[in-house]
């Protein structure tokens, strides 16, 4: 009897974490999914409002913008900090997303790499032993024909006293450095266990699916409609997207997501930013950085 309470004991503790996942992404791929169209339908906006805890036992707001492969993109970035909205009609943009993070003491106030334009801007910043961040272990990039690409920093590069000798190398118009990674080439990367990662926040994501669609998602948090997610969490939004490659961006109250229907158009955000601490449209955080659809 004591070996079938035991056997019965290890059934029910290492298969209820896949059986809530299983629930979880069925949940989540039967919402009544909100959609918008914008410009001929190469841009969609899917949003949905997961109440009575019923996604990761939580309550979650996901706002997903979808973006065909026919579209370019530009990472903008300010000597100043600037609301993410902003980015996207300065730069004549339809649509964007926060960029990575960012400080107030370093160039451009990029935390991360930064390339514009092939002008290389600010460096990695790293830690008292001159290590780069987990936080600094992707990047995104946009090529000089305007398509966005995103590369995971090989494991060697990491503990590099040049810590931008990987981004230096690669090919690209536009270099963005984020993180942590959480899909590389259709398979997940293993999340670190860190504070970071491991509390719910506000999250940013950007990923490419393998016909090179671009999906920006943003889920809203810190209110009692959004709990936020955790990265594992994240990295399994990002999964059941099919995203082929997918890079944690910087969340918490810098996560805004925007669109527009034309150029003519104010630009609107769409999601709940957090900064003001009131679930609506009103609490953007101004950033450093920001990747745009043109």
Same mark, same amino acid.
């Given at each position: 009897?004591?070996?079938?309470?035991?056997?019965?004991?290890?059934?029910?503790?290492?298969?209820?974490?896949?059986?809530?996942?299983?629930?979880?992404?069925?949940?989540?791929?039967?919402?009544?999914?909100?959609?918008?169209?914008?410009?001929?339908?190469?841009?969609?906006?899917?949003?949905?409002?997961?109440?009575?805890?019923?996604?990761?036992?939580?309550?979650?707001?996901?706002?997903?913008?979808?973006?065909?492969?026919?579209?370019?993109?530009?990472?903008?970035?300010?000597?100043?900090?600037?609301?993410?909205?902003?980015?996207?009609?300065?730069?004549?943009?339809?649509?964007?997303?926060?960029?990575?993070?960012?400080?107030?003491?370093?160039?451009?106030?990029?935390?991360?790499?930064?390339?514009?334009?092939?002008?290389?801007?600010?460096?990695?910043?790293?830690?008292?032993?001159?290590?780069?961040?987990?936080?600094?272990?992707?990047?995104?990039?946009?090529?000089?024909?305007?398509?966005?690409? $995103? /590369?995971?920093?090989?494991?060697?590069?990491?503990?590099?006293? =040049? @810590?931008?000798?990987?981004? %230096?190398?690669? #090919?690209?118009?536009?270099?963005?450095?984020?993180?942590?990674?959480?899909?590389?080439?259709?398979?997940?990367?293993?999340?670190?266990?860190?504070?970071?990662?491991?509390?719910?926040?506000?999250?940013?994501?950007?990923?490419?699916?393998?016909?090179?669609?671009?999906?920006?998602?943003?889920?809203?948090?810190?209110?009692?409609?959004?709990?936020?997610?955790?990265?594992?969490?994240?990295?399994?939004?990002?999964?059941?997207?099919?995203?082929?490659?997918?890079?944690?961006?910087?969340?918490?109250?810098?996560?805004?997501?925007?669109?527009?229907?034309? $150029? /003519?158009?104010?630009?609107?955000?769409?999601?709940?930013?957090? =900064? @003001?601490?009131?679930?609506? %449209?009103?609490? #953007?955080?101004?950033?450093?950085?920001?990747?745009?659809?043109?």
């Amino acid at each position: 009897m004591f070996k079938r309470f035991l056997i019965y004991t290890f059934v029910i503790t290492f298969s209820y974490p896949v059986l809530a996942s299983q629930k979880d992404s069925l949940v989540f791929a039967e919402a009544n999914w909100d959609t918008k169209s914008y410009h001929a339908g190469g841009i969609k906006l899917r949003q949905f409002a997961f109440t009575d805890s019923s996604l990761f036992r939580s309550n979650q707001f996901v706002s997903i913008l979808e973006i065909s492969s026919s579209f370019n993109f530009d990472v903008v970035a300010d000597t100043v900090l600037v609301f993410t909205s902003d980015f996207v009609a300065y730069a004549g943009a339809l649509a964007g997303i926060n960029g990575s993070f960012f400080t107030w003491y370093a160039p451009w106030n990029s935390d991360n790499y930064l390339r514009i334009d092939g002008k290389e801007l600010a460096p990695n910043q790293t830690n008292t032993v001159g290590l780069r961040s987990f936080r600094q272990s992707g990047c995104v990039g946009v090529s000089k024909k305007g398509k966005l690409f $995103i /590369s995971s920093t090989p494991s060697e590069f990491m503990e590099r006293e =040049d @810590n931008d000798f990987w981004e %230096k190398n690669i #090919e690209a118009r536009d270099l963005l450095s984020s993180g942590p990674v959480l899909r590389t080439r259709g398979k997940d990367v293993p999340i670190l266990f860190r504070a970071f990662n491991n509390i719910r926040h506000p999250r940013s994501a950007i990923g490419i699916r393998k016909n090179g669609k671009v999906l920006m998602v943003v889920v809203d948090g810190r209110h009692k409609e959004a709990a936020g997610m955790t990265m594992s969490e994240l990295q399994k939004v990002m999964r059941w997207l099919h995203a082929w490659d997918a890079l944690n961006l910087d969340g918490g109250g810098s996560s805004t997501l925007c669109v527009r229907k034309r $150029i /003519s158009d104010s630009v609107q955000v769409v999601n709940h930013p957090s =900064d @003001n601490k009131l679930f609506n %449209k009103g609490g #953007e955080r101004k950033v450093a950085n920001a990747i745009v659809v043109k």
